[in-house]
């Protein structure tokens, strides 16, 4: 693990003073997760390249201010999830609900949750709105505070948790809506 560090710590330092290819070496070592995280956080695929590839960009542009070369995953994550909420920003309307969420609702998951294909999930995920899904991206995938959110996105503590609530309620009313019918 050691060893893996160094090495990583030797390219990074290599890309921040403009080798080609140990830009290379890190985009194919980070390009993969940081699609993932494009494409959770906008629901479709031409933005996430985009964004990636705008990413990545801003990342060897500044690579110069990274202090902790080992540190790089994380603070290329940070300006993936930054560039992600820009774009949404300027291409998204945010709402905040009026509908109350019922604070009542089990945190306990029913049997059947054991027994759902992972994809349905991913394409239910998608296309939720806008609004809710990046909350809840943010909030389950990438463990952001409903406060964190709040400040990221601009919007308020409550309505990031009203927007996860809601995301939930519609993603639990779709998937049991689906079970029931393939059984």
Not at 117 to 132: N, R, S
Not at 137 to 146: A, F, G, P
Request: a negative charge.
């Amino acid at each position: 693990m050691e060893k893996e560090i160094t090495i990583q710590t030797a390219v990074v330092r290599k890309a921040s003073l403009g080798d080609q290819a140990s830009q290379e070496w890190l985009y194919r070592q980070y390009s993969k997760a940081m699609f993932n995280i494009c494409t959770r956080m906008t629901g479709n695929q031409n933005d996430a390249e985009d964004l990636l590839q705008e990413s990545f960009m801003i990342a060897f542009r500044n690579l110069h201010q990274l202090k902790e070369p080992a540190q790089f995953g994380g603070w290329l994550k940070r300006i993936v999830v930054n560039e992600c909420i820009r774009f949404c920003k300027k291409n998204t309307y945010w709402t905040s609900w009026d509908e109350q969420w019922d604070e009542t609702l089990s945190n306990e998951e029913p049997e059947w949750w054991q027994t759902v294909d992972i994809k349905m999930v991913h394409q239910e995920i998608k296309a939720l709105p806008d609004g809710c899904r990046q909350v809840f991206n943010l909030y389950v995938l990438e463990d952001y505070s409903h406060k964190d959110i709040a400040g990221e996105l601009g919007i308020s503590e409550s309505t990031s948790k009203s927007q996860y609530h809601r995301a939930r309620q519609l993603l639990k009313e779709r998937i049991t809506k689906k079970i029931q019918v393939h059984g």
